[in-house]
């Protein structure tokens, strides 16, 4: 598969920072980040949301966060109620896990609720996390219909504990979608190529902590040969 060149890859990034041990200081460095490289958000536990909201209130860039991460098993009463104080805080993007028990039992319906709730509720962009490493071709299929049906803009492919962003994953999501929802790639995306290949195979969006590497390691590649 050939790669662009002239896509600037900034701005598909959501700059994550989902480490258990992020400090404030971790924090305020990744928002830097996100103002300094025009990355789309940041993205980050709900702990860390207002912070982030205060540190980048001059920029463009969206505050998001998870919901239910990274095992989409809480309860859909604590994961409303998340979403709506993540609301309530400044965040304006929702990655949410969905019960992957539900998904492997059949029990679709519940996880229709459960982000048809969040959405509504809300307001907000919501993206349903499908952690596709752990699903069937079946199960994904039948998990993103139903995410798309409760109304969330984008499908996620993976948290990043389970495995990361493969090629044929975007291509079956942009096959299920079909325009209807926007697709982030996230997990284990750390060169400009990965970066390249996911958003040629239909990527919207890019999640990963690497962005400025990724981006340095771009500008430090040499133009093809003409």
Not at 7 to 26: F, G, N, V
Not at 49 to 70: C, D, M, W, Y
Not at 141 to 155: K, S
Request: with cysteine; net charge negative.
């Amino acid at each position: 598969m050939s790669t662009s060149p002239d896509i600037d890859l900034a701005p598909y990034i959501d700059h994550s920072l989902l480490m258990p041990t992020a400090t404030s200081e971790h924090l305020d460095h990744w928002c830097e980040e996100t103002q300094r490289y025009g990355f789309a958000s940041i993205c980050v536990y709900p702990v860390h949301v207002q912070r982030a909201v205060e540190n980048l209130h001059e920029s463009k860039a969206i505050v998001s966060t998870v919901i239910g991460f990274p095992t989409g098993a809480d309860t859909p009463g604590s994961k409303l109620f998340a979403a709506q104080e993540a609301t309530d805080n400044g965040a304006t993007e929702l990655d949410v896990m969905i019960n992957l028990g539900w998904v492997k039992s059949g029990q679709l319906e519940r996880v229709y609720t459960e982000l048809a709730q969040i959405v509504e509720a809300t307001g907000q962009c919501v993206k349903a996390i499908l952690e596709m490493a752990l699903l069937t071709e079946a199960e994904k299929r039948a998990a993103a219909d139903v995410c798309i049906d409760a109304g969330v803009q984008f499908l996620q492919t993976s948290t990043g504990w389970n495995g990361g962003a493969t090629v044929e994953d975007i291509r079956l999501l942009k096959d299920i979608t079909r325009g209807r929802a926007g697709i982030k790639a996230s997990g284990g995306i750390r060169t400009p190529d990965q970066a390249l290949m996911l958003i040629e195979a239909g990527a919207n969006r890019l999640g990963t902590s690497r962005g400025p590497d990724i981006l340095r390691q771009r500008s430090a590649t040499p133009e093809p040969a003409h």
